[in-house]
């Protein structure tokens, strides 16, 4: 299991790296690294620019799948299920792409939200 606290966008990519690091070191396969980086940055981003504050980051590998979980309080009323964004827009992807890389539902997990990319 990996843990840590981002409050910032810099902070944030270079605890993703140390992320991406770790998942090379568990064995995970490049595209499973790639989509458990973009997941990450999408929901992190999301809480800090949206919601003007840090959040804590767990990520646990496990036998078939990844388990990512982002915790904030700004997360309460974030749209989880938003309509299909413009794909030209600026801004409003990011829980499309979320919704269109993880395994399943994304659930709501106490203060924050959980989701699962399967490994290949």
Known sequence: MITFRIDDLKNMTANLKTFAEFLRGMG???EDVF?????SSELISNVIIHGGEGAE????????RICI???SP???????????PDPLAESGRGMYIVRSVCLGEIERDADGI???????
């Open 57 to 64: 980051f767990r990520c646990e590998v496990l036998d078939d």
């Open 74 to 84: 700004s997360f309460k009323g974030v749209n989880l299920y938003p309509p299909k």
């Open 28 to 30: 995970v396969a490049e």
């Open 114 to 120: 959980k989701v699962f990319i399967q490994l290949h």
């Open 35 to 39: 989509a458990s980086r973009l997941v």
């Open 69 to 71: 979980n982002v915790l």
